[in-house]
């Protein structure tokens, strides 16, 4: 009887490893689609925000204020579906 060396299968990736691999290139597809692709989210209408009385008013997703340095918004919630634009604060006076 002769003996015959036999060679170990190669090594593989496993696939958790590809797995991961591959959520990570989703999630980076996502993050550069998102910061290269322009916002379709709507802004406050003109008549609320020109108006200097109205310090902070929303579109029932977000909520924007009148600072200093301009007007600053908060982010929409993933599923918000706008409204009319309202004012929630007047400068009093």
């Known amino acids: 009887m002769s003996t015959a060396s036999t060679t170990p299968p190669a090594p593989r990736a496993s696939s958790g490893a590809l797995a991961a691999w591959g959520i990570a290139?989703?999630?980076?597809?996502?993050?550069?689609?998102?910061?290269?692709?322009?916002?379709?989210h709507a802004v406050p209408a003109r008549s609320v925000a020109d108006d200097p009385a109205c310090l902070e008013w929303t579109d029932g997703c977000r909520v924007?204020?009148?600072?200093?340095?301009?007007?600053?918004?908060?982010l929409p919630g993933i599923?918000?579906?706008?409204?009319?634009?309202r004012c929630l604060r007047h400068r009093d006076g």
Do not use: K, Y
């Open 25 to 40: 290139i989703v999630v980076a597809a996502t993050v550069l689609l998102g910061e290269l692709l322009p916002a379709r």
């Open 64 to 74: 924007c204020q009148r600072l200093a340095a301009g007007p600053a918004c908060s």
């Open 79 to 85: 599923a918000c579906q706008t409204a009319e634009p």
